[in-house]
């Protein structure tokens, strides 16, 4: 659980947590209920993570089992959840995002000052925090990790394109200088990628580092047997008293969504993440399992690749988005426990705009759109489907029959889960999937991601680019004004539905299924945990 003198802290910062959204500590407790009442809205209920039934106990090995691999534990260039969930338990930042998603609250830092300017923030370090060595952080290792974030030409450097300069003018004290006032810092350094390693990666190369990565988290490396499973151990030296309780927690690999519930059901495994919609309500009654539906800012899309010929044409675009049934998806895919997605943003995340109009099923309209388009007469594609996922194998069967109409005929390319993200980062891919789940409490990560083309994601891996999209996603970083920043970020849901540069798909909760022997498990909006808080019970 979250200190409560932490808690109280938040409450002190008060609006610059939100990343300039303006939100009175009084106001707080109603974007919890809203929270709680958007996730009713998709299908989720109340967040169903197992309670603390009495006093936490210290012991026991977890196990986790996923559908793909990660990738890497490099925390500056690396995108895919299943790297970043993990050497989160390894790596931690200045402040963290909340436990429902709505703001940061300090960590590693455990207070700043704000020059009148807004150009200079002055942080003062958490006393007493070691790395997994036993050696003491200082100012100097956060000022290395985080101009190492900001040097990332093909990651995350973009999200601290707004410091001018770190400095560590004694060890417990760091001062960041903004290029201008900059709305997002907090939530930017409660990125993954700021996370603070030792200086000069403790007298290691880059790469051997992130071979067996040492950070101030609950947990330290053990080993990673790709393919297969990746192992972390209890960190002895952690800063937070007594924790963490397990031994050790480990995340198995295992692609087949059916092996992933027989194991959970059989003791092999203690959590099942993101088992298929088709099982959540035999779940549910299922002795000693907990089916979690967990308020989430998870956004599915199709994505398109516009470096190819069909899907440069923004009609072929539109007609696509126009000819899918968002309705249908929800009822037959995720079972009723969902809504269909009308803007690249998820509702969870400050600026959604509900009232922006998407592209709504209309099979009328997407005809038009065929016959306006450089292809009226259709065209063969593929899409790339994970192998063994049963929720993007049927979403691509819809997808499928749904294009027919049009003259698009779709072959179906199923590929390794794993090497299905890795594809899409090469652009070696003509249609596929993606999902989003955000990072921190500010819309501006998810909309440099998704629409900046030099993000270094080339706009979500489909080289998306609108000129006047972009102008406004930097004008929304540079502004502490609500109602400025609020117009801005419609302006871009709106005209980035129009450009249909990928098919908002629909907004779900996070499915986890475990074991009812599992205490202190929370996923937050972002998608994130704390293990440090996590025991096994009776």
């Known amino acids: 659980m979250i200190r409560s003198e932490l808690a109280l802290r938040d409450g002190r910062i008060g609006v610059m947590d939100a990343g300039g959204w303006e939100m009175r500590v009084s106001s707080r407790w109603g974007l919890v209920v809203a929270l709680a009442l958007v996730a009713a809205a998709c299908g989720g209920g109340q967040s169903e993570q197992t309670g603390s039934v009495g006093q936490p106990r210290r012991g026991g090995d977890l196990v986790i089992a996923r559908v793909a691999d990660s990738q890497s534990m490099d925390k500056t260039t690396v995108f895919d959840n299943e790297s970043i969930w993990i050497f989160e338990q390894v790596f931690e930042t200045l402040y963290t995002v909340r436990p429902d998603g709505q703001g940061v609250i300090p960590w590693l830092a455990t207070s700043y000052d704000l020059s009148p300017d807004k150009l200079t923030y002055t942080f003062h370090l958490r006393q007493g925090v070691r790395f997994s060595t036993g050696q003491p952080m200082t100012s100097k290792d956060v ?241 790339m489907v994970g192998a063994g996922t049963v929720t993007e194998n049927s979403l691509a069967q819809i997808i499928q029959q749904a294009l027919k109409p049009l003259g698009i005929t779709v072959t179906l390319q199923r590929v390794d889960p794993t090497t299905e993200f890795t594809n899409l980062q090469k652009f070696d891919y003509q249609m596929g999937f993606s999902y989003w789940t955000m990072d921190i409490a500010d819309p501006d990560e998810l909309v440099t991601f998704a629409v900046d083309p030099t993000s270094g994601s080339h706009s979500f891996f489909t080289d998306y680019a609108n000129k006047d999209v972009i102008g406004w996603t930097h004008q929304a970083q540079r502004s502490f004004d609500v109602a400025q920043r609020r117009q801005l970020y419609n302006q871009i849901q709106a005209q980035a539905a129009k450009d249909a540069f990928l098919g908002f798909l629909y907004y779900s909760p996070y499915a986890y299924a ?16 704390h293990l440090e808080d996590v025991w096994l019970g009776g």
């Open 143 to 383: 000022k290395f990790s985080i101009d190492e974030a900001r040097a990332a030409k093909q990651g995350w450097g973009y999200i601290d394109t707004a410091i001018k300069d770190v400095q560590a003018p004694d060890p417990t004290t760091v001062v960041i200088h903004t290029k201008f006032p900059w709305a997002p810092l907090l939530a930017d350094l409660a990125l993954f990628a700021n996370g603070i390693v030792p200086s000069n990666y403790g007298g290691a190369s880059k790469s051997e580092f992130y071979q067996h990565p040492v950070g101030t988290g609950p947990f330290k490396w053990d080993h990673w047997t790709k393919g297969q499973e990746l192992k972390l151990v209890r960190n002895p030296n952690y800063w937070q008293a007594g924790k963490p309780y397990l031994n050790s927690v480990t995340w198995t690999v295992v692609g087949d969504d059916n092996t992933r519930i027989l194991q959970l059901k059989g003791g092999q495994i203690q959590i099942d993440e993101f088992p298929p919609w088709s099982s959540v309500a035999s779940l549910k009654s299922t002795p000693g399992v907990v089916m979690g539906l967990l308020p989430s800012t998870r956004t599915d899309y199709l994505v398109l690749n516009e470096r190819l010929a069909p899907f440069k044409d923004v009609h072929v675009r539109r007609a696509i988005s126009y000819a899918l049934d968002r309705e249908a998806m929800v009822r037959a895919v995720l079972f009723g426990n969902g809504k269909p997605a009308n803007s690249f943003m998820p509702p969870q995340v400050p600026f959604y705009d509900s009232s922006s109009p998407g592209i709504t099923h209309d099979p009328d309209q997407a005809k038009r759109e065929m016959a306006q388009s450089s292809m009226p007469n259709g065209f063969s594609t593929t899409l």
């Open 514 to 529: 475990y074991s009812s022997k599992v205490n202190g498990f929370h996923v937050t909006p972002m998608g994130n945990y």
